[in-house]
């Protein structure tokens, strides 16, 4: 008899751990950006935003796809795609 109320509480206790560490890795984690908005453009840059917690990220409308890091200031992504293309094609002056 203490075998059956044994086996009773397995299944119980093995959701409600992994309840807890789901709901833990979603705290230590954070947002996992899954909802993204479609591309915005602003100036000479396009960008998404993400609707949950509203951060930005680059996006490549040639490409059709996000790139670059995350950031709540869309200038600071701007200076880091425009420092980004001047490390990749250093102009040339003329002699």
Do not use: N
């Not at 059956?4 to 954070?30: I, N, Q, Y």
Request: glycine letters at 8%.
């Amino acid at each position: 008899m203490a075998d059956e109320k044994k086996s009773r509480w397995k299944v119980p206790l093995g959701l409600m751990a992994t309840g807890v560490a789901g709901a833990a890795v979603l705290v230590l984690r954070g947002c996992w950006h899954r909802k993204m908005s479609w591309p915005v453009r602003f100036q000479e840059h396009s960008y998404q935003v993400c609707l949950g917690c509203g951060i930005k990220r680059l996006f490549d409308e040639k490409a059709f796809r996000a790139y670059g890091p995350y950031s709540y200031d869309l200038s600071k992504l701007v200076a880091w795609e425009t420092g980004k293309a001047e490390t990749e094609a250093p102009q040339q002056q003329p002699a």
